[in-house]
């Protein structure tokens, strides 16, 4: 898979793509990541991607045209793009279901702004999806950026290796997970549950589904109702 990152802080994204899962998707050519600076696409000699809005107000607002000129361009260079996504607060709540979704794509074009927000043109006539990691306002797009990739990578067919998992983790059933332990079976006085230490893999896996709905009723009564949506 192919993640093109649109934006303005190249240099943001060094750390959180040189470690760990995504590294190892790299190494093992699953995935590639292109970073795309706006700013090379600026016509002026300052450079600049972002201008006063119409109409007065405070705050700066992403221009269309190196916007527009960024995707045409690496459109153009690298073969056909499958999903086009802006990162906004004002976008659809990203989930485990869309990671899962992005994940299945061959290439996909994440747009991160900055400032206060893009023209309306931008949003009107590039995005195929608007995606926004919560109800709060960041910064920029960047953070929501690697989150989008950070969970999309690990959906990646073959990213995870046997170690991990993403077949039982939170949200794969709509349901949180099951309390995890390890060594020492006492720490403090707190102990794991008897169970555990059993040996007994189907009692074990019983004991897991119970405390993963349990815990989701109490914490996220609101997954299991989704799931009975989708179940009826
Ligand atoms: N840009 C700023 N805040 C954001 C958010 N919550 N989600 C996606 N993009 C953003």
Known sequence: MRIDLLNL???MFAGAFEHSIIKRACQKGLLQIALTDIRDYATDK???VDDRPYGGGSGMVMMCGPVFDAIEDIARQDGPVDEVILLTPQGRPFDQQT???LAQKQRIVLIAGHYEGFDER???HLPTKEISIGDYVLSGGEIPAM?????VTRLIPGVLGDEYSSVEESFSESLLEY?????PAEFRGWTVPEILLSGNHQEIKKWRQEQAHKRTHRRRPDLLEDKKDVED
């Open 46 to 48: 300052h450079r600049s």
């Open 99 to 101: 990671a899962k979704e």
């Open 9 to 11: 802080f190249p240099e």
């Open 147 to 151: 989150v989008v990739v950070d969970a």
């Open 122 to 124: 931008i949003r009107e």
């Open 179 to 183: 309390p995890h332990y390890t060594r």
